[in-house]
């Protein structure tokens, strides 16, 4: 019978109660609240909401929030790995200055905004999904055809085509590569987890009505409130990353 040493259940409990602050506390609520102001009134908030008016909503907010979840964990992997690849005090001055530049940019483009401007991106958005939806009947069902052949019809083409959507919408966006700078500075698993459930939260009000939740805000007070933040983000990660 093996024995475990006498400290070792307090060591456990020690090491678990240690997840429940400092780093990963940190991590976890930093990548939330980010989330939360980068996603809403984003381009992805906005596929969410309008094909939610046209489609299942639980199928929606599958689709949609499965990618965004596969794109937080890729994420916060590559910002994990980057300071095992590089030097700790590049990949720490490489998230100073992406968060500088974001807050910056948001800034600069709040102030310049017009009240004519507000929301472009759900112009955008819906223009690429009439574009997208807009092709003839026939490509149409083609594509859907070959997509339940593929999947042997065990999973939606809408479900599909909402995952594929935002995951591309995604991919580049601020909020992926701010995700990357905060599992570099901080506790990955924070992040991710912070990360997931301010996903969640904006997805589910996209789906739920999110084209007159997020048009009845104003882009400019969000937009002033999300350059703030990551600002803030820098200055903390100037101050504090290499500890």
């Not at 300071?83 to 990949?91: E, Q």
């Not at 991919?171 to 924070?190: E, F, H, K, M, P």
Request: proline share 2%; charged share 15%; with cysteine.
């Amino acid at each position: 019978m093996v024995r475990l040493p006498a400290n070792c259940f307090q060591d456990m409990l020690t090491t678990s109660s240690s997840l429940l602050t400092g780093e990963f506390t940190e991590g976890c609520v930093k990548s939330f609240v980010m989330v939360l102001l980068s996603e809403i009134g984003d381009k992805t908030f906005f596929i969410a909401a309008i094909m939610a008016m046209k489609n299942p909503r639980s199928t929606i907010l599958a689709g949609a929030l499965g990618a965004l979840i596969v794109m937080t964990m890729l994420s916060a992997g590559m910002g994990w790995a980057a300071p095992n690849l590089i030097s700790k005090y590049y990949t720490n001055l490489a998230a100073v200055s992406l968060f500088f530049f974001f807050g910056a940019r948001l800034i600069y483009h709040s102030y310049q905004m017009s009240e004519k401007e507000n929301w472009e991106e759900l112009k955008e958005v819906e223009a690429e999904l009439a574009s997208h939806g807009g092709k003839d009947e026939k490509s149409k069902k083609e594509r859907r055809d070959l997509l339940r052949f593929s999947l042997a019809g065990l999973v939606s083409p809408i479900f599909i085509e909402a995952f594929t959507l935002t995951f591309l919408a995604e991919w580049g966006d601020r909020s992926q590569l701010a995700t990357i700078g905060l599992a570099a500075s901080t506790n990955v698993v924070g992040v991710t987890l912070g990360g997931v459930l301010g996903h969640t939260i904006c997805t589910s009000v996209a789906v739920c009505g999110g084209c007159y939740f997020a048009t009845s805000l104003s882009e400019r007070m969000v937009g002033l409130c999300g350059g703030v933040l990551f600002i803030l983000f820098g200055a903390h990660a100037l101050l504090y990353g290499e500890e």
